[in-house]
């Protein structure tokens, strides 16, 4: 039993893989795709399985999938339909031929709000259609999975998803009314209710689809009384194929018995959906109970109330949150208790969804044990409340100090009437085999989520896993219940349905397979005729990654890299396109290789070594890794803070190890030490960038697109004023301002300006006299052996700040984010590191903090701000919409996430493309050009202003230089449209135009001299 080793289906060794994915790619106008990478890239779904596919399909619409399956039947290769991948049950991975809808098969057919139905390509996501229906029609689709921002409609249907709402109106098989299928023999059919006059006429026509009902009518005469009596009468009976649709009472709808068979029978190409009234408005009645259980007993009464949603939540929940630092400004909103119901009640005006609350609250208050009872009012804390719910994976699956934990049994289902009682006797499991597990979910449904610490590493957890699962399928059996609720068999729980409905039943199962799939060839070995539950698995005891050296220390991994690898749980949230910051690559793409997911799995087969065989060398990884912009919005914005940056970083390190790297890494990676020589020539500097011809061949040579223009550099940097300043506030407590390399050299506006609010604010500015970068660039080309010298030259420079206490300003904010998250990472034993990373502020941290009795001046205007992707992930921008509020701006905080320029990413010919795209996809650009004249723009980031400049008629100005307009002009700021133009980035003044000539020559010489040396060193490296 050791678990690791794939399982391939019978026959795939004789497929002649080269001679298929040639007949593959002349068949279909999509993608083709059978390489290393995208193999390993498709390995996972959402569960502790993993099977390298032999290829992957993405077919642009429903002929290319027909023609994809024809090309697999010619050669006997199994196929695999794919979604989103969020499956928790194995039941996405195979190898087989992968055709994934998710890219381009995303078109709503149709919505007819009179007959409330919609049809969908399988490629749709859920709340792509709801948004439309619920704002245009007060109509849903009511199965509303947690992942319904990304989950589409193949894979809901592929597994009878259900979720919050489905308390209102069932699981996804309620919500289908008929579907457009192909089977693996190619016979392609709408199937949906079908009336005996109906069945009697498509039996006697004969063809394979005669046969296929024909087949089907026999099988459910003979299974009948059988289905009636071993399906579970639950509303979350999930397990199993749906035979009881078949039943006449059910009208022997086909549609709904092919849902839930998790691509085991036949693909979807495009599904009609029954769409609900969604009550427009909603109350949120949270009930606080000693207990988990307790919470569970009392769900039957709110049912009778009729709630649109009705979830539990247990404390551990709770516990694990806080722990994590995660949703503490939530958790003091709920009532008190140990266990909690999150009470949803809808209806047309507020007013009555709240008297519907009212009226339960008033029952359960005469109760003697009634519960703690809060009903909410504010529409943005119901939001917030219901965020702690669905944040319950990312809160419990990598907890400090404790095992890792794992899905397996995550979904079970009973009575709603027994939910307490199951509860007990799960918990006494979980106890006597040594498990933790928080408890949460769709108690009003009877269905339980959890992950638990198994120990899926070696033999002896293996076995304490497999005999825990045989007694807590046989505890949901005893309780009338479903061993899954939502998530579907796979290979999960495949292997226990015999205790859940008997051999006989089993057997019809393999009967339904065999009437669809004679050849076993669609999605093989899930559901039916099941892999072990101890195979295929991402760990098991023979799993073995080499540990590597790394430079950075990976704290939350116990410093293992190849933990780092598989700390991604699938989650899916980095293929939200619509909001936050992750992951602008795939909201520009829309391709899974460039998801924070694809990357994170690319990286643990690498470490795995079966799809990816020559490790950090791998030009496939690389690939897959390049379009990473190391905008951190993965740390952020992931459920388990995957943080790819940080893993780019360290895999580039490797990867180049003794190799030269692309030019852009010399030319930008190392572009403090440009600065610092064109700081004396920058006349010459510019013109050798700006000058027509000239800056072409000079911008190809440097790696860099020509459509880009390269931001000039000041003739007098800010350091150089500086030192022509007398001192001022010389009694006052200082502050370090730290002088980085872009406002330095490029911007020394707005550090000009953050000297002027600082001293204005009280105090006495430092700027230290060594030449220091934080190596921001670096980490973006994995110069990692450089980045750690320029900490040590920083560290030894601000020594005796560090030591004083003395607060040290960044004003750009990526630096400020390297100071707090790469230095402790990549020197986690030096404590001066560590206090510098704790004493180093935004401008607004720093006002908030230690000046708060600071008399800030007013500026009654509207601004819209723009957050630097490193700020959202590291910190958040809470002291930045604080000091907003303080000076009066009426601030906008945009949700427009990665700007796309991200350092040097954007400036690179081969990115610049994908830049532009981002800047648009993610939301940013669309904001600017909406933003009205007289609204001020605020960037604190310097690609971020850049960006904004280079691609809109826009300038974004920074907090610093908005607090100087409001001391220059008083609260209304400057006048008119535009306010931008009255505060620079950057004044070219100064002559100095002679000392320039006499230094050109030096200059050349020492810029040849430098670059020779950095790629000797670099070479050895
Ligand atoms: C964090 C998290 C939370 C979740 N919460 C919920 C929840 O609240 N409720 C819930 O029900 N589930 C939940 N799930 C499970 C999962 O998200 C749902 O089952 C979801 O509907 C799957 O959609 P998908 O697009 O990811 O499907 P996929 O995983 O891609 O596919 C699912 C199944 O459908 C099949 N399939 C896909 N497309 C087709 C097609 N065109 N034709 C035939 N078969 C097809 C696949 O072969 C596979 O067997 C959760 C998962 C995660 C990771
Ligand atoms: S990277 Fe994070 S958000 Fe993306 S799938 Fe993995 S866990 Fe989910
Ligand atoms: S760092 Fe940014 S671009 Fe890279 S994976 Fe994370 S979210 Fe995506």
Known sequence: MSGHATLAPEGVEEIDLKALERELAGAVEGEVRFDAGTRAIYSHDSSN???PPLGVVIPRHAEDVVAAVRACREHGAPVLPRGCATSLSGETTNVAVVIDTSKYMREIVEIDPQREIARVQPGVIRDQLAEITESRH????????????YATFGGMIGNNSCGIHSVMAGRTADNVEELEIVTYDGERMRVGPTSEEELEEIIAAGGRRGEIYRE?????????????????????????????????????????ALVGSEGTLATVLEATVRLVHSPPARSLLVLGYPSVFEAADHVPEILAHEPVGLEG???????DMVQKGRHTSEVPLLPGGEGWLLVEFGAEEREQSHARAEECMAELRRDPTAPEMKLFDDAGEEQRLWEIREAGLGATSYVQGERDHWPGWEDAAVPPARLGSYLRGFRRLLDEHGYRAALYGHFGDGCVHCRIDFDLRSAGGLRTWRRFLDRVADLVVEHGGSLSGEHGDGQQRAELLPKMYGEELVGAFGEMKRIWDPGNRMNPHKVVDPYPIVSNMKLGSDYAPPEVDTHFAFPEDGGSFAHAALRCVGAGKCRNAASDTMCPSYMATKDEEHTTRGRARILYEMLEGQTITDGFRSDEVHEALDLCLSCKGCKGDCPVSVDMATYKAEFLSGHYKRRLRPMAAYSMGLIMLHARLAQHVPRLANLLTHAPGVNRLVKR????????????FAHQTFK?????????????????????TFNNFLHPEPIKAAVRVLEDAGFRVVVPAPALCCGRPLYDYGMLDTAKLFWRRMLDALAPHIHDGVPVVGIEPSCVASFRDELPNLMPHDEDAKRLSLQTLTLAEFLQRHAPDWDAPRLSRRALVHGHCHQEATAGMSAEQELYERLGLDAEILDSGCCGLAGSFGFEREHDEISREIAEQARLLPAVREAGEETILIADGFSCKTQIEQLSERRALHTAQVIAMA????????????????YPDLVQNGDGRLREAALVGGAVAAGLGVAAGATALLRSR
């Not at 006048?975 to 931008?980: F, I, K, N, T, Y």
């Open 49 to 51: 399985y993993r099977q």
């Open 138 to 149: 007060e109509l849903t689709f009511a199965p509303d999975t947690s992942t319904h921002e």
């Open 216 to 256: 089907m009518r026999e099988l459910r005469d003979r299974q009948a009384d059988r289905i009636r009596e071993r399906y579970p009468d639950i509303p979350r009976r999930v397990s199993g194929y749906n035979l009881d649709e078949l039943l006449p009472e059910k009208g022997f709808n086909v549609a709904r």
């Open 313 to 319: 939540i247990d404390s551990r929940l709770i516990d």
């Open 701 to 712: 040579a440097a790696g860099l697109s020509g459509e880009r223009e390269i931001p000039p």
């Open 720 to 740: 150089a004023w500086w030192q022509g300043r007398g001192a001022v506030n010389p009694n006052a407590d200082p502050v370090v301002l730290f002088p980085d």
């Open 967 to 982: 001391l220059d002009h008083g609260p209304s700021g400057v006048a008119g449209s535009r306010p931008e133009a009255a």
